[in-house]
């Protein structure tokens, strides 16, 4: 009896081929083909496990006549077109509790040194400066700090910040009934009105792509700082430089970008860098990682772990 085959495009914890096989199924190598090659042999597969190298389209679906599933090691699901695999019965997995634990400890990081300016007290000192009052900081108690989108990554992000005295934590989600211990479901509109630290924790959709922008700004009551480890799209980067600017956004960390190419690997254009972009790179008010906030030795074991099992549930290979 032939094994089912699984297609890698994207190269994951060497778990993740060693329990498949050990469950029955066939992996087949592809970290580097081309998407033309691929499509030659896309009809075999009865598995696609991928991150973000390209976009999982109709015309691929179309193509893959056995596919059961496509595992997505990761969080979001906008690199596939989730409406026609659905209408297909093709399974779709992710894996947002693998990472979530990491994306937490990174915005806090970013936290902390954003307010305490870390990062810029660090570059002045390796360039010769030693400058204190420039570099006196702020602290998290007595703050108010909102979390937009209380999905896996928000809450755990809440978590680490249960231990901070006297900071109010709130938070904005489509979905109801999400008040816990920690935080307190709240309006967008009392956000706005009372938040002075923004966090963002919004996959992408059609709703939330260009979510934060001058109008959003401009509602803000009061001046805040800004913390996006969700996706780069969610935030209207031409805004976000003229609210700092403005002195209206008192800081930006930002290990997303607007301009990250579809499988984040780069910077599209990175040869061209325009105003906005490069005034984020130059700015003392902004903080920059090349995405990686879920990005550390412990989730990347833990998201292969995740999608091995959820693979397991469905029974493909019984």
Known sequence: MKRPKILHVDENHP??????????????????????EIMKSIEQYQGIVIRSRFT?????????????F???????LENIDVKYASSKKIHLINSPEGNRNAVGEHALGMLLSLMNKLHTGHQKIVNGSWIREEHRGFELEGKTLAIIGYGNTGKSFAKKLAGFNNLKILCYDIKSNLSDEITSQVSLEEIINKAQILSLHLPQTEKTIGFFDKLFIEKMKNPFWLINTSRGKVVVT???????????ILGAGL??????????????????????????????????SPHVAGWTYESHKKLASIIIRKIKELRLTN
């Open 15 to 36: 778990i993740l081929l060693d329990d498949l096989e050990k469950l029955g199924f066939e992996n087949v190598i592809s970290y580097q083909t081309p998407l033309s």
């Open 56 to 68: 999982i389209d109709k015309l691929i679906l179309k193509a893959a006549k056995k596919l059961k």
């Open 70 to 76: 496509i595992a997505r090691v990761g969080s979001g």
């Open 238 to 248: 031409d805004d976000l430089v003229k609210g700092l600017k403005s002195n209206k």
């Open 255 to 288: 290990d997303v970008l607007e301009y990250e190419s579809n499988s984040f690997n780069s910077l599209r254009n990175s040869n061209k860098i325009t105003p906005s972009l490069e005034y984020l790179i130059k700015s003392d008010k902004v903080l920059l």
